[in-house]
């Protein structure tokens, strides 16, 4: 099959997926995100949280913000320009924070980091309050800090910021050698590509290895030491999909929902024999193939729990499993209820 052809097919295949499946209601997403923004704050900041989210969210390219949701927050009509002169305005309200699983502040540059709206800082100390996770993202570690936020945890910094942290905060811990740091209830992140290192870890933790894998192959991240200039020990391994013979399998298996393909067929259309393709696989994403086309259609059940009025007979026929026991088995392993019982308490 040629490359045209098969993107063809993936596409024939999307497109009957989605004529079957009824528009999507107002459901709870696997991870919901909050956006803070101050002046002057660095527009890649600001992509490198959405951007993963939005590709994790839905199956293809798709869009749809179904298992990520995300928001920038602020009174009607504020806008936010960011460093390089763009304004970005909010698209909602100050939300109860409790409505997120993560509130994230994206700071801006230092001088003007007294200029946001009092409203926001606020809100962060609400949203910390209330138990939240708090995101500082590039100088938004500054914010937290300024607000007290950061007592007893150490703070991830940009190089380029650390004299300044340390006369800022002097008895602050700090590090400049982290893509990311995650302590009791707060997350630093220096800025920059660590930003993705960060987002595709968070995506993993709450979506699954799946929508992980989605986001580094839509993003086309490579596993190049230029990539950053911080420690790579701590971030994501699905990162590092540097092989394009298991971004090809990924694709291949995300874009079947994990219907009716094997490790074997996979192998085969890739070049490898069955033995390499494991070994290949397991090595790049860290589970075997057969694990991965299962948790795929796992997924792709829960959606259609979520989002369809079919049984849970026609939704193992559906998505490939051999009857509604083999299917209750595989999803109580991994849900930890039965599909009658989630589809009833998410209703």
Same mark, same amino acid.
């Given at each position: 099959?040629?490359?045209?052809?098969?993107?063809?097919?993936?596409?024939?295949?999307?497109? %009957?997926?989605?004529?079957?499946?009824?528009?999507?209601?107002?459901?709870?997403?696997?991870?919901?995100?909050?956006?803070?923004?101050?002046?002057?704050?660095?527009?890649?900041?600001?992509?490198?949280?959405?951007?993963?989210?939005?590709?994790?969210?839905?199956?293809?390219?798709?869009?749809?913000?179904?298992?990520?949701?995300?928001?920038?927050?602020?009174?009607?009509?504020?806008?936010?320009?960011?460093?390089?002169?763009?304004?970005?305005?909010?698209?909602?309200?100050?939300?109860?924070?409790?409505?997120?699983?993560?509130?994230?502040?994206?700071?801006?540059?230092?001088?003007?980091?007294?200029?946001?709206?009092?409203?926001?800082?606020?809100?962060?100390?609400?949203?910390?309050?209330?138990?939240?996770?708090?995101?500082?993202?590039?100088?938004?570690?500054?914010?937290?800090?300024?607000?007290?936020?950061?007592?007893?945890?150490?703070?991830?910094?940009?190089?380029?910021?650390?004299?300044?942290?340390?006369?800022?905060?002097?008895?602050?811990?700090?590090?400049?050698?982290?893509?990311?740091?995650?302590?009791?209830?707060?997350?630093?992140?220096?800025?920059?590509?660590?930003?993705?290192?960060?987002?595709?870890?968070?995506?993993?933790?709450?979506?699954?290895?799946?929508?992980?894998?989605?986001?580094?192959?839509?993003?086309?991240?490579?596993?190049?030491?230029?990539?950053?200039?911080?420690?790579?020990?701590?971030?994501?391994?699905?990162?590092?999909?540097?092989?394009?013979?298991?971004?090809?399998?990924?694709?291949?298996?995300?874009?079947?929902?994990?219907?009716?393909?094997?490790?074997?067929?996979?192998?085969?259309?890739?070049?490898?024999?069955?033995?390499?393709?494991?070994? %290949?696989?397991?090595?790049?994403?860290?589970?075997?193939?057969?694990?991965?086309?299962?948790?795929?259609?796992?997924?792709?059940?829960?959606?259609?729990?979520?989002?369809?009025?079919?049984?849970?007979?026609?939704?193992?026929?559906?998505?490939?499993?051999?009857?509604?026991?083999?299917?209750?088995?595989?999803?109580?392993?991994?849900?930890?209820?039965?599909?009658?019982?989630?589809?009833?308490?998410?209703?």
């Amino acid at each position: 099959m040629t490359a045209q052809n098969e993107a063809d097919y993936i596409h024939w295949l999307d497109s %009957l997926w989605a004529e079957r499946l009824l528009a999507a209601r107002d459901r709870k997403p696997d991870v919901s995100v909050g956006i803070l923004l101050w002046p002057t704050f660095p527009m890649m900041s600001l992509t490198g949280v959405v951007e993963p989210l939005r590709h994790a969210a839905d199956f293809a390219d798709s869009s749809r913000p179904i298992h990520c949701r995300w928001s920038i927050m602020g009174k009607p009509g504020y806008e936010a320009v960011a460093s390089c002169g763009i304004s970005v305005r909010v698209d909602a309200p100050y939300i109860n924070p409790t409505d997120f699983d993560y509130v994230v502040v994206i700071g801006g540059l230092l001088p003007h980091l007294q200029a946001a709206p009092a409203a926001h800082r606020d809100y962060v100390r609400v949203a910390a309050s209330a138990g939240v996770p708090l995101i500082g993202a590039c100088t938004g570690s500054f914010v937290l800090a300024q607000e007290g936020l950061l007592v007893g945890r150490k703070a991830a910094i940009h190089p380029f910021h650390a004299e300044d942290f340390r006369v800022a905060f002097p008895r602050q811990p700090f590090s400049t050698r982290d893509d990311f740091l995650i302590e009791d209830g707060r997350i630093t992140v220096p800025g920059g590509v660590s930003i993705l290192s960060l987002m595709t870890e968070l995506i993993r933790n709450h979506c699954g290895p799946d929508r992980a894998a989605k986001a580094v192959y839509q993003l086309s991240l490579s596993d190049q030491k230029t990539m950053s200039n911080f420690d790579h020990e701590r971030a994501s391994a699905f990162r590092h999909v540097g092989d394009a013979r298991v971004q090809r399998a990924i694709v291949l298996i995300e874009s079947r929902k994990g219907r009716d393909v094997s490790p074997e067929q996979i192998a085969a259309t890739i070049g490898l024999s069955p033995r390499q393709f494991t070994r %290949l696989f397991q090595t790049h994403i860290g589970m075997s193939p057969k694990h991965f086309i299962v948790e795929t259609r796992l997924r792709y059940v829960r959606f259609l729990l979520d989002n369809s009025v079919l049984s849970v007979t026609a939704i193992a026929h559906e998505t490939g499993f051999s009857d509604s026991a083999h299917l209750a088995t595989a999803f109580r392993k991994k849900y930890q209820s039965s599909p009658s019982e989630f589809r009833h308490r998410r209703n």
